[in-house]
């Protein structure tokens, strides 16, 4: 097993396994994110903040519509809710909720006000087989109102044919009911190096075979692997493999560079106090193409506990 260690650095939590940088855990500005991951050749396989789109981080988290579900005295009252009708993938009011906020895009995270995923904790624990980083989340709006807790535990694990991120996290309404609506922009998100983009020379490869954006956007599959040319001579890539509880869920897939799971691409979920909802997945950094890391023999070490 390899020796791990925890280098931090201005909110960065950065693992060494044997003196190898393998990844780190971003505290964020505006929210949470792993940056950079390496495979065990030492190409990083993810970007942060790319042109195109400012919030892409990594992996991360994010929901383009949370808005607050209110009861009928307090609609009497208070002005942060309304009757509006909802409209699918719009912004505006639902008919019992207050204004939407977006924990996902690009304008959120710029222009202010601004609303915020923050850390409120940390834990961590270093083993043998690997750094685990346990977080406590406060997901607020731009008046600093508290929308969603989140319960993150991201795992760091450091191997000879790949590299390993397993991130599963909890989300639980604070107290009230929060609907997170139905939205295109949503889930868990993995924004993959430039050179390693399907428009730069790269791959996507679903579970049946299926390649590139045309073939695996939108379809529902066990896994999906993207990779390309990190160098002249070396191939590398990161497959993204959800767990069971995040089965089913059709696959945002770009040529360009995301891809992303899901869970509320065609329904919006209420979450009442009390209740809790996970969405995970792990994320594994190879060198070489789909078929040379044996993806699918990866993804049955997974589903076996492996």
């Given at each position: 097993?390899?020796?791990?260690?925890?280098?931090?650095?201005?909110k960065?939590?950065?693992?060494?396994?044997?003196?190898?940088?393998?990844?780190?855990?971003?505290?964020?500005?505006?929210?949470?994110?792993?940056?950079?991951?390496?495979?065990?050749?030492?190409?990083?396989?993810?970007?942060?903040?790319?042109?195109?789109?400012?919030?892409?981080?990594?992996?991360?988290?994010?929901?383009?519509?949370?808005?607050?579900?209110?009861?009928?005295a307090?609609?009497?009252?208070?002005?942060?809710?309304?009757?509006?009708?909802?409209?699918?993938?719009?912004?505006?009011?639902?008919?019992?909720?207050?204004?939407a906020?977006?924990?996902?895009?690009?304008?959120?995270?710029?222009?202010?006000?601004?609303?915020?995923?923050?850390?409120?904790?940390?834990?961590?624990?270093?083993?043998?087989?690997?750094?685990?980083?346990?977080?406590?989340?406060?997901?607020?709006?731009?008046?600093?109102?508290l929308?969603?807790?989140?319960?993150?535990?991201?795992?760091?694990?450091?191997?000879?044919?790949?590299?390993?991120?397993?991130?599963?996290?909890?989300?639980?309404?604070?107290?009230?009911?929060?609907?997170?609506?139905?939205?295109?922009?949503?889930?868990?998100?993995?924004?993959?190096?430039?050179?390693?983009?399907?428009?730069?020379?790269?791959?996507?490869?679903?579970?049946?075979?299926?390649?590139?954006?045309?073939q695996?956007?939108?379809?529902?599959?066990?896994?999906?692997?993207?990779?390309g040319?990190?160098t002249?001579?070396?191939?590398?890539?990161?497959?993204?493999?959800?767990?069971?509880?995040?089965?089913?869920?059709?696959?945002?897939?770009?040529?360009?560079?995301?891809?992303?799971?899901?869970?509320?691409?065609?329904?919006?979920?209420?979450?009442?106090?009390?209740?809790?909802?996970?969405?995970?997945?792990?994320?594994?950094?190879?060198?070489?193409?789909?078929?040379?890391?044996?993806?699918?023999?990866?993804?049955?070490?997974f589903?076996?506990?492996?």
């Open positions: 097993m390899p020796n791990y260690e925890i280098r931090e650095l201005q960065q939590m950065k693992v060494y396994a044997d003196g190898q940088y393998v990844a780190a855990v971003q505290e964020g500005k505006f929210r949470p994110y792993v940056y950079p991951f390496f495979t065990p050749a030492g190409h990083n396989v993810l970007q942060i903040a790319p042109a195109d789109h400012l919030h892409h981080l990594g992996i991360c988290v994010g929901h383009e519509f949370v808005s607050r579900l209110v009861d009928d307090e609609l009497e009252t208070s002005d942060r809710n309304g009757w509006e009708q909802y409209q699918p993938y719009g912004g505006g009011r639902t008919a019992r909720g207050s204004e906020v977006d924990f996902w895009g690009t304008e959120s995270f710029l222009l202010g006000p601004l609303p915020r995923i923050l850390v409120r904790s940390t834990n961590t624990e270093v083993g043998e087989r690997g750094v685990s980083f346990d977080q406590e989340i406060e997901w607020r709006d731009a008046e600093d109102y929308l969603l807790c989140e319960r993150r535990r991201t795992t760091v694990t450091a191997g000879s044919d790949a590299n390993i991120i397993d991130l599963v996290t909890n989300l639980e309404a604070p107290g009230y009911p929060v609907e997170l609506r139905k939205a295109k922009d949503a889930g868990l998100l993995v924004r993959v190096a430039d050179q390693i983009d399907v428009l730069d020379g790269g791959r996507i490869v679903n579970a049946e075979g299926r390649e590139n954006e045309e695996t956007f939108g379809r529902v599959s066990a896994w999906v692997d993207y990779s040319p990190v002249r001579d070396a191939v590398a890539g990161v497959s993204v493999f959800p767990i069971p509880e995040s089965d089913g869920h059709p696959w945002h897939t770009r040529d360009y560079g995301p891809m992303w799971i899901n869970p509320w691409q065609h329904e919006p979920m209420t979450l009442h106090p009390g209740q809790t909802y996970t969405i995970g997945a792990r994320f594994v950094a190879h060198d070489g193409s789909c078929e040379d890391a044996d993806v699918a023999r990866l993804f049955r070490g589903r076996e506990g492996r």
